[in-house]
């Protein structure tokens, strides 16, 4: 039901083109005597709403959108009630609908012709101290082409009282640009009711946050006459003197307010009292823009102080390490990764000495939870989100101090009583802050060490590779480094105490390891989580054993080298010709040749090799690693590695010395 006669089709889902305008037309003719007759009890219900909109399917063909809506309304008023009966509300979840207030009906108009009076709003919150419930609504709509630039309005009555524009008309707007890529509108992300300081005379500033869709860079400005709502009039740019064009922060000089309570000033040629001055913003990201309508609470001076609110960034390994600030816009971006928790503070204090001091917040993103309040004066609240990937891109999360607790309720008025509206309790309340975070996508880890993704070493020489990974940019995650495939016999990993995404690999390649060349891999992995997609990350070095060359160990001399190669220290000798004399000492980490190197023919075989050079197929084999599979037999012919070195040591004394055992 629509109240007052003329009302338009309140229960009608959508009005035709030619209907729909004819009844706008009529209703807001009808509006301009009704708006002067109007009850308080009856009216005066609309504290706070801004709407965005969002492209359904296809980003680069869909037509089909959805429209939220966020607003704000009187808690009192009789027509907020439970739909289908006449309760209040009093809970999240539960719906009621708007309908006409002063002969005017809620009024979407999508811009192509089509609109819907029907308004349903679900209540996302209840502000009892504030007389005010939070809600969404949401329109699902299909426009006729992409090629046209839509611009959707809502318009309604009518704003509350002891503000600016009292009584009045809302008008919310939106433009959907349905260009191929465009995701949707920008979206305001700010708190309901924002109360300033004005004891004393000085400019105060606060953000008004919003965020894009496509993570575009946004410009604010100032709303014009249109975006005010019918009747409804411009912010006194004398107290409103403007909102910074990047940042969005808003400036209000509260020097008349501070000197004359009730500030009087001259607008259109006349004196008009300033209660507490109603604003309207543009944002836009150069696609689409969207508007929010709110009023300022102006505190005067009194015998009680304002609370003040800090911002206490996430504590370490956090960058920002517990970082605090008071001021606008001093808090840096906090960067958050989806599936890992982000713990956000707030602390509130008060100068006055034994008063409590409470939070209010912003509607918080999906998942968040607040945790309990600690302390009185000063008192601290964490709030702790877990995002999703759903949920990347830039998101707002703001809070108020207040010296009352937030769960007291307004006293309601007597019943039967007319024009009434119920008194709530005096309380001061901080300016509005608030964190900036940016959800991005859980990055897989990142390897430090090592730097070369190729190594060469020798038989017998001892390497020890520093294997290190990180979790990249998440400070959050906590890497473990683990063996990604089967490493080379004899090889280790040495533990860091107290490190999982440290360790030391370590070989010393045997005398059967000549030749050696193949991947060693690392896989460094993330930690697991509730909603959390772990990453992981392969890094691999190829490693290869020189062919034909032995690293001298602590007291060894050619005769022992000999000795492993089934060889004799003569034929080494003659092998390393730079050597003056087969006695002379070897120092440790020297390399010796234990044979030459011949380059593979294609009609070479086994036994073609083992006779020209005397020497047998193990030692062939132990000589060359993985170069002769077992499969090969003797008289096949060696195609598949023709063209590559093999390394050979001939016996003197075949029968003597059959080779490495």
């Given amino acids: 039901g629509a109240s007052g006669k003329g009302c338009r089709m309140a229960g009608a889902r959508r009005l035709g083109p030619r209907l729909g305008w004819m009844a706008a037309v009529v209703a807001w003719a009808l509006s301009m005597g009704g708006l002067e007759r109007a009850a308080a009890q009856a009216s005066g219900r609309w504290r706070y709403g801004t709407m965005s909109w969002r492209r359904l399917g296809d980003v680069q063909t869909s037509n089909r959108i959805e429209i939220t809506v966020e607003s704000a309304w009187r808690l009192s008023h009789p027509a907020i009630v439970v739909f289908g009966t006449q309760d209040p509300v009093t809970e999240k979840g539960q719906l009621f609908k708007v309908s006409a207030s002063v002969n005017e009906d809620p009024l979407l108009a999508f811009g192509d012709g089509e609109m819907t009076a029907k308004f349903d709003v679900i209540v996302d919150r209840l502000e009892p101290l504030e007389d005010m419930v939070v809600g969404k609504s949401t329109f699902i709509h299909d426009y006729p082409n992409i090629d046209t630039l839509w611009n959707a309005t809502l ?8 503000t600016w524009n009292a009584m009045r008309s809302v008008r919310l707007m939106t433009s959907v640009n349905l260009a191929p890529g465009i995701e949707g509108s920008p979206k305001f992300n700010m708190m309901p009711t924002v109360s300033l300081d004005s004891t004393t005379a000085m400019v105060r500033a606060f953000r008004v946050p919003a965020v894009s869709m496509g993570n575009r860079e946004l410009t604010y400005s100032m709303g014009s006459e249109e975006a005010y709502g019918y009747r409804s009039k411009l912010a006194p740019t004398d107290v409103v003197t403007g909102i910074h064009p990047t940042t969005g922060v808003l400036s209000i000089d509260t020097t008349c307010h501070f000197l004359s309570g009730n500030c009087t000033l001259t607008y259109l040629g006349r004196p008009e009292t300033v209660y507490n001055p109603h604003v309207v913003v ?28 800090s911002l206490i960034a996430p504590p370490a390994p956090s960058p920002l390490n517990g970082l ?26 008060d100068a006055d000495a034994g008063q409590n001091v409470y939070f209010e917040y912003s509607t918080l993103p999906e998942g968040s939870t607040k945790g309990a309040v600690d302390g009185t004066n ?3 609240q964490q709030v702790d989100w877990l995002p999703q990937a759903s949920q990347a891109g830039k998101h707002f999360i703001c809070a108020a101090a207040i010296d009352i607790d937030p769960a007291l309720s307004c006293t309601p008025c007597a019943p039967g009583a007319e024009n009434c509206i119920p008194t709530c309790p005096s309380y001061r309340r901080s300016e509005p802050r608030c964190f900036e975070v940016h959800v991005v996508d859980n990055p897989a880890p990142v390897f430090l060490q090592p730097t070369a993704r190729v190594l060469n070493t020798y038989m017998n020489q001892e390497l020890r590779m520093f294997v290190k990974a990180s979790s990249g940019d998440n400070w959050a995650d906590a890497v473990t480094l683990t063996v990604a495939n089967v490493h080379p016999e004899g090889s280790s990993i040495v533990p860091v105490p107290g490190a999982l995404d440290e360790f030391e690999f370590v070989w010393k390649p045997g005398r059967q390891f000549g030749g050696y060349n193949q991947d060693v891999c690392f896989r460094a992995t993330g930690a697991s989580g509730a909603g959390r997609v772990v990453k992981n990350t392969t890094l691999c070095v190829q490693m290869t054993v020189v062919k034909c060359m032995w690293a001298v160990g602590p007291g060894e ?12 220290y003569v034929q080494l000798w003659a092998l390393n010709v730079e050597r003056d004399s087969p006695d002379a000492a070897l120092a440790e980490g020297d390399r010796v040749r234990i044979g030459h190197l011949y380059q593979v023919r294609a ?14 197929r193990a030692t062939l084999e132990a000589l060359n690693n993985n170069m002769f599979p077992a499969a090969l037999t003797d008289k096949d012919r060696l195609t598949d590695v023709a063209g590559m070195e093999a390394c050979i040591l001939p016996h003197s004394c075949v029968g003597y010395n059959e080779g490495v055992a």
């Fill in 378 to 380: 000063p008192s601290t």
């Fill in 603 to 616: 009609t070479d075989n086994l036994r073609y090799l083992t006779v020209q050079f005397a020497t047998t």
């Fill in 557 to 568: 001399t050619l005769d022992s080298i000999a000795t492993l190669f089934g060889s004799s």
């Fill in 155 to 162: 318009t309604m009555c009518c704003r509350v009282h002891g």
């Fill in 282 to 309: 543009v944002v836009s990201d150069g696609f689409s823009y969207t508007t929010i309508d709110f009023y300022i609470i102006m505190q005067y001076p009194g015998a009680s102080n304002i609370p003040s609110l």
């Fill in 324 to 349: 605090v600030t008071t001021a606008v816009m001093a808090m840096p971006v906090i960067e958050a990764f989806a599936g890992f928790n982000v713990q956000l503070r707030f602390r509130a204090t």
